[in-house]
């Protein structure tokens, strides 16, 4: 049999142990329910699954209701160059609206979401292609013409259509007739070339226009732009003495 004392000491151990325990889940109570402070944070509320380490300040899942949790910075503004981007982030890059109008006209003015600037782009585009294929149908017709009458084969006569009301072929100038048709296929071919030519001149034209909207689509135009006229006295200075005296205007732009 165990003598008192022995049983004393195990009572006392026991005793001991139990308190440690309980004193230790008081704790850990008390620290999950002190919100953790951090210097030079925000503090904002959370609900329902966010709790925090005591020792390191760490966020961590837990089952509380709401606590304080850190939010460092601020938040920041978020931006996308993307094509079909939401318009209240979106900020066209230069550079791709550049590559768009490149591939195919207008596409850099989709891109910098510029639509009214379509049908006029396309207007014109359609002009000018009525153009270039109007003058060089005319070309073609009084070149066929011209080759006709320089090659000497009676088979080929094109050019008796184009003779003027009432002439016949076998008395009409013949001279004067190749001077007429050379001088039409040539005017022909001037406005069919220049009408090229702006067409090309229309495409570099709306690539640089891609490339200048997106450059400033987020240009803020001040509201005190103006300008103001004031006269002055413009005095010529000799020496120690003052000179003539000259009135003028000036002008100061403000922006």
Same mark, same amino acid.
């Given at each position: 049999?165990?003598?008192?004392?022995?049983?004393?000491?195990?009572l006392?151990?026991?005793?001991s142990?139990?308190?440690?325990?309980?004193?230790?889940?008081?704790?850990?109570?008390?620290?999950? !329910?002190?919100?953790v402070?951090?210097?030079? !944070?925000?503090?904002?509320?959370a609900?329902?699954?966010? !709790?925090?380490?005591a020792?390191?300040?760490?966020? =961590?899942?837990g089952k509380?209701?709401s606590v304080?949790?850190?939010?460092?910075?601020?938040p920041?503004?978020i931006?996308?160059?993307?094509?079909?981007a939401p318009? #209240?982030m979106?900020?066209?890059s230069?550079?791709?609206?550049?590559?768009y109008?490149?591939?195919f006209?207008g596409l850099?003015?989709?891109?910098?979401r510029k639509?009214?600037?379509?049908?006029i782009?396309y207007?014109g585009?359609?002009?000018?292609?009525?153009?270039?294929t109007?003058?060089?149908g005319y070309?073609?017709?009084?070149?066929g013409? #011209?080759?006709?009458?320089?090659?000497?084969?009676?088979?080929?006569?094109?050019?008796h259509?184009?003779?003027?009301y009432?002439?016949?072929? =076998?008395?009409?100038?013949?001279?004067?007739?190749?001077?007429v048709?050379q001088?039409?296929?040539?005017? #022909?071919?001037?406005?069919?070339?220049l009408?090229?030519?702006i067409?090309?001149?229309? #495409?570099?034209?709306?690539i640089i226009?891609?490339?200048?909207?997106?450059?400033?689509?987020d240009f803020?135009?001040?509201?005190?732009?103006?300008m103001?006229?004031?006269?002055?006295?413009?005095?010529?200075e000799?020496?120690?003495k003052l000179?003539?005296?000259?009135?003028g205007?000036?002008?100061?732009?403000?922006f």
């Amino acid at each position: 049999m165990m003598n008192v004392p022995g049983i004393i000491i195990c009572l006392l151990i026991l005793f001991s142990t139990v308190n440690a325990q309980a004193q230790i889940q008081s704790l850990q109570q008390l620290q999950d !329910s002190i919100p953790v402070l951090v210097e030079d !944070s925000t503090l904002l509320q959370a609900t329902d699954s966010v !709790s925090i380490n005591a020792k390191d300040s760490k966020q =961590e899942t837990g089952k509380q209701d709401s606590v304080l949790t850190k939010k460092d910075k601020l938040p920041v503004e978020i931006t996308s160059d993307k094509f079909f981007a939401p318009s #209240y982030m979106f900020s066209p890059s230069p550079r791709k609206a550049v590559i768009y109008s490149a591939l195919f006209p207008g596409l850099g003015q989709i891109y910098n979401r510029k639509y009214w600037k379509l049908p006029i782009l396309y207007g014109g585009v359609a002009g000018l292609t009525y153009a270039i294929t109007w003058n060089n149908g005319y070309y073609q017709y009084y070149l066929g013409g #011209y080759k006709d009458i320089m090659d000497d084969d009676p088979a080929t006569n094109r050019w008796h259509s184009m003779l003027p009301y009432g002439q016949d072929p =076998e008395t009409a100038n013949i001279q004067q007739i190749t001077s007429v048709l050379q001088r039409q296929k040539d005017r #022909y071919r001037y406005y069919r070339d220049l009408s090229i030519i702006i067409t090309f001149g229309v #495409y570099l034209i709306t690539i640089i226009d891609a490339y200048v909207d997106a450059q400033l689509f987020d240009f803020n135009m001040s509201p005190d732009l103006s300008m103001r006229m004031t006269p002055v006295i413009i005095r010529e200075e000799r020496g120690n003495k003052l000179g003539s005296s000259s009135y003028g205007l000036q002008w100061s732009f403000n922006f």
